[in-house]
């Protein structure tokens, strides 16, 4: 599983935002200071605005601010406004669109799965991006592939 470009690109922009949550700021000046492209900078702007993540405001000192507190904005929101619904599997994200639905006998361990992903990535807001926990508050993991069992006699 692995997020699209744009939705990384804009945890960037709103990490930014986050820093100076009340000011305004234009689509050039958070390019210049994520180092994203000005084009997709507007255009992750826009798409924000629309579900209400950011307000933009016209004029010579319009610009983007969020709309809320940076402690309000979760990672999940923002994943969910750029990629849609959280769920690995189609039979995990309501949509009833699964041949075998009906026989399906682990559609509700994806779901599980789908609902633990949300619930971690819904633990994180856009203040926890600005301040990041440090190794040693957090330490990064890398999960090895569990053992596989010995059957009798082999």
Same mark, same amino acid.
């Given at each position: 599983? !692995?997020?699209?470009?744009?939705?990384?690109?804009?945890? %960037? $922009?709103?990490?930014?935002?986050? !820093?100076?949550?009340?000011?305004?700021? =234009? #689509? &050039?000046?958070?390019?210049?200071?994520?180092? &994203?492209?000005?084009?997709? %900078? =507007?255009?992750?702007?826009? @798409?924000?605005? @629309?579900?209400?993540? &950011?307000?933009?405001? !016209?004029?010579?000192?319009?610009?983007?601010?969020? +709309?809320?507190?940076?402690?309000? $904005?979760?990672?999940?929101?923002?994943?969910? +406004?750029?990629?849609?619904? $959280? #769920?690995?599997?189609?039979?995990? /994200?309501?949509? /009833?669109?699964?041949?075998?639905?009906?026989?399906?006998?682990?559609?509700?361990?994806?779901?599980?799965?789908?609902?633990?992903?949300?619930? #971690?990535?819904?633990? &994180?807001?856009?203040? /926890?991006?600005?301040?990041?926990?440090?190794?040693?508050?957090?330490?990064?993991?890398?999960?090895?592939?569990? @053992?596989? !069992? @010995?059957?009798?006699?082999?």
């Amino acid at each position: 599983m !692995r997020l699209g470009k744009l939705t990384d690109y804009a945890t %960037v $922009i709103l990490t930014e935002m986050a !820093r100076e949550p009340t000011r305004r700021q =234009s #689509a &050039v000046e958070l390019a210049n200071l994520t180092h &994203v492209a000005a084009p997709t %900078v =507007s255009k992750l702007l826009r @798409q924000l605005a @629309q579900v209400g993540l &950011v307000e933009a405001t !016209r004029g010579a000192h319009g610009g983007y601010r969020l +709309a809320r507190r940076p402690e309000k $904005i979760t990672i999940a929101e923002i994943v969910a +406004a750029l990629e849609g619904p $959280i #769920a690995l599997t189609t039979c995990s /994200d309501g949509a /009833d669109s699964c041949p075998i639905d009906d026989h399906c006998g682990v559609r509700t361990n994806w779901s599980r799965i789908s609902d633990a992903i949300e619930r #971690a990535l819904a633990a &994180v807001t856009l203040a /926890d991006m600005v301040a990041p926990l440090s190794d040693t508050e957090f330490p990064l993991r890398r999960f090895d592939a569990p @053992q596989t !069992r @010995q059957t009798a006699g082999a």
